[in-house]
């Protein structure tokens, strides 16, 4: 059974760091591409960043480039988002997604992907 877990969210201050992770379980396949959507309250989800496995190019929002880093350790089947110099406006819901065989060309529509994890709430406030 194919299994996206989200961890690592929680409440920070402005200008904190968090790092999230999304395990992934039951996949056939050593080759895909993980997502990183958020989603604020009343707004849509958003494309964060995208990795693919197996060969590590990686994709991220124009205006979060600089800030958030995408990395994998394929060995634990995991990826990472780590989150740095966090704005209030970071605060939402922060999910994972897959696709094979990689990241897809339009890797930040939500469409693409079919299989996702249940989210992990990030806020940030003083």
Known sequence: QL???ESGGGLVQPGG???LSCAA??????YYGIVWFRQAPGKEREGVSCISTSDGN???ADSLK???TISRDNAKNTVYLQMNSLKPE???VYY???AWPTCPSRWDERGKYNYWGQGTQVTVSS
């Open 3 to 5: 299994k996206l877990v």
């Open 17 to 19: 760091s968090l790092r």
């Open 25 to 30: 379980s039951g996949f056939t396949s050593d």
């Open 58 to 60: 990686t994709y991220y």
């Open 66 to 68: 600089g800030r958030f």
């Open 90 to 92: 970071d605060t939402a």
């Open 96 to 98: 994972c997604a897959a």
